[in-house]
């Protein structure tokens, strides 16, 4: 007979769907009644522990993660290339903010690895940089995650209730979050399968099993496995990487949804 789902699972259920309108006073009903079942011996100190960060990172907003406006290296549009050449040299970054007259007039966003694929030409910047994809800061990171997932974006501009720039958040900011509050979920089930955010960094990956994966225009897991199956991943579907078998748990037509992963025995 199979078995129900755990305290710990249900909880967790509960934190993860915890609704964004009323998160303050329903966090902190279930941080009590996490509290309550601690104490009844009923979940451990590191389940208790899990469910917390959980909820915590719930409540993290992009404003706590990005680079703030005083932070930020800008290209002037109208910079000439020489110009942007010397500025880029002294403050190497992977994204810049493009602005006309000021921060306050932005337009968009460049990368590092475009600038350096006209750097030895006469260029423009106006005909190079990308409107950038905007996000309010009190945007939770959770859903900024998706945002990027569904426009396919590794960065973005925050703005204040007003459209004021306040800073840019890139990808690696917001997985480095996630994978701060989440690290002490990662537990084998009683098959050996690790539960796994599709969005984990594939450093992490490696660092926590001990291996090394491919490389691509990919930093995910989840974006390792599109780009080897060449399209979106199928719910169901398994892929044997080197010293690791994937499983999509669930997946969507916009998106990996789910993974696990289950360490493969070293061959000699």
Known sequence: MKEGPSLLEVLKALFQKAPEEHLHEFAKELEELVEEARKEGLLSSEESEILLSVLRLRRVAVREVMIPRKDLVALPEGASAEEIRRLVCRNPH??????RRDLDDFLGVISLRELVQHFEEDFKLSALWRPAYLIPESLRVREALKGFR????????????????????????LLGCVFAFESCEIHPDSEGWYPLDPETPLEEVERIFGLELPRGDYETIAGLVQERLGRLPRTGEEMELPGLLVQVVSADERAVRALRVRPLERRT
Do not use: N, Q
Not at 94 to 99: A, E, G, L
């Open 94 to 99: 992977r994204y810049y903010p493009v602005y």
């Open 150 to 173: 569904e426009k396919g974006v590794k960065v973005a501009l925050v703005i204040d209730e007003f459209g004021a720039l306040c800073g840019m958040v890139r990808l690696e900011d």
